[in-house]
């Protein structure tokens, strides 16, 4: 990777300061004029700064979210797959948003089927139903946080009831997303990370099924 960035400056990211989580946006605007792309040798990476610089890239299609289409880890200089997430790592291949064309053309042409305009905006009734019921529910509670006692929730049920998840089910869901999320985040310490096979079968039964859905459950229609 060295040997593809000569001559861009080499910043660190301090990403495991917790005063750099809490406001990164300072050394932020100071990168954006002093190193507006620069590569992270703790991460391998290229960074940029710059709002125009970031636009144009993601509309270039000579770049996506994957390389492995094109190259093997080895010529990429990357390590061998870890067998112990494998599980995740199968998931991660066919997800929607790491995947190229056509894999994703087609993926997300399955996507589209259940979120056309006329079933989006069925789904409004039912929102404001939910968000109704959050309300309710915050009647009386004095002060509280809004992002996670109202806001938060909604996605949440939304999705759940999109998928058909159980209502019993669905208080693992947000925790299983920010534990899946981790597995992304550059700068956690090994110690902090879930374990992903662990994580992926704890997780699949609760979302299984023997047949792909067809669209929103019957109450979300």
Known sequence: MRSQVAGLPEVSLP???????????????DL?????????????????????????????????????HRYSRDELGWPPADPRQANFDAFNNNHMLDSEPPKHTRLRSLV???????????????????LG????????????????RYAE?????????LLGVPEEARGHLRPWSAAIVKLYEP???????PRPSRLYWTS????ASSQPSAGPSPRMT
Do not use: K, W
């Not at 990403?15 to 605007?29: H, K, M, T, V, W």
């Not at 290229?46 to 993601?58: E, K, N, Q, W």
């Not at 019921?133 to 996670?148: C, I, P, T, W, Y």
């Not at 909604?154 to 009831?161: D, G, K, S």
């Open 15 to 29: 990403l495991e300061d917790p005063a750099f989580i809490r406001n990164p946006y300072g050394l932020l605007s």
């Open 32 to 68: 954006r004029e002093s190193a507006p792309v620069f590569y992270d040798p703790r991460m391998g990476r290229v960074v940029l700064t710059r709002h125009a610089d970031i636009s144009a890239l993601l509309r270039d299609r000579r770049f996506g979210r994957s390389a492995l």
């Open 112 to 130: 589209q089927l259940a979120f056309t305009p006329r079933r989006v905006e069925r789904l409004q009734g039912r929102i404001e139903d939910i």
């Open 133 to 148: 019921a959050q309300l309710a529910g915050l009647h009386g509670a004095g002060s509280f946080d809004l992002v996670e």
């Open 153 to 161: 929730p909604l996605p949440v049920t939304v999705i759940a009831e």
């Open 187 to 193: 700068g956690v310490s090994p110690g902090h990370r």
């Open 204 to 207: 699949a039964p609760c979302c």
